[in-house]
């Protein structure tokens, strides 16, 4: 895991990785599918994006790496999340959103569904790590943590709210993949993780082993003492 530590406009850094890896696929006439993530630490990136006018674009497909089991207009959405953000004021319908349907009824038949249509190999993978280390909805001591046969599956997080989620099958094999650790605590966390990193069950996101992690200045304490 490569750490980038960020000072100051992390979102504007990240995003011009992201640009990088656009502009090369376009450049190649290539479909460019990205896995989305939730949580609190990339909304500013999600808005710093969509102001940047890089998300109408018939080559990208959009997909996402997790979501709560409830309804699309649920808060707790990262659908919705997404369009509140990175999606705030563009005609959905024109763009190409996978959104995992959390609200469905038949739980495994959506995960069927999203593990047939979400490609094996993803060109950019996005994540944010949680208080936990947990990256998408692995979460630490999980069955999730060692699930290399299948694409997506059924979890729960530590409230009980299902979830579903890619597993480490689908981290591994992206292209690239950007991590964003944002907090003195998560800086911990990360800090401890990346010194224990046969642990992957109790920090999950050393999963994320091949990141390009960027880290703000509140998180870098732990790496510059």
């Known amino acids: 895991m ?6 100051n406009k992390i979102e504007e850094k990240i995003f011009r990785e992201i640009r990088e890896s656009i502009n090369s696929s376009k450049m190649n006439c290539k479909e460019f599918n990205v896995l989305l993530t ?11 994006w969509s102001k940047m006018k890089l998300i109408s674009n018939d080559k990208i497909n959009y997909f996402y790496g997790d979501e709560r089991c409830v309804s699309y207009l649920n808060k707790q959405s990262n659908y919705r999340m997404t369009k509140l953000t990175l ?6 319908k024109k ?3 996978n959104r995992i349907r959390g609200e469905s009824k038949d739980l495994s038949k ?5 593990s047939e249509i979400l490609p094996s190999q993803v ?11 947990h ?7 999980s069955a999730s943590v060692i699930e290399y046969d299948k694409k997506i599956i059924l979890t729960k997080d530590s409230t009980g709210i299902k979830r579903i989620t890619i597993t480490p099958r689908i981290i591994n094999s992206s292209k690239k993949i950007i991590l964003i650790c944002k907090g003195k605590e998560k800086g911990e966390i990360l800090f401890n993780a ?12 050393l999963l994320a082993r091949n990141a390009i992690c960027f880290i703000d200045k509140h998180a870098s304490i732990p790496f510059v003492k």
Do not use: H, Q, W
């Open 194 to 205: 990346l010194k224990n990193k046969n642990d992957k069950s109790k920090y999950p996101v």
């Open 135 to 141: 990256i998408a909805s692995i979460f630490p001591n």
């Open 95 to 97: 763009l190409k959103i």
């Open 38 to 48: 939730g949580g609190n630490s990339i909304k500013k990136l999600y808005n710093y």
């Open 123 to 133: 060109d950019l993978t996005l994540l944010s790590m949680g208080s936990d280390a």
């Open 87 to 92: 999606f705030k004021g563009l005609d959905i």
């Open 2 to 7: 490569k750490v980038i530590i960020c000072n």
């Open 110 to 114: 959506e995960i069927r569904r999203y």
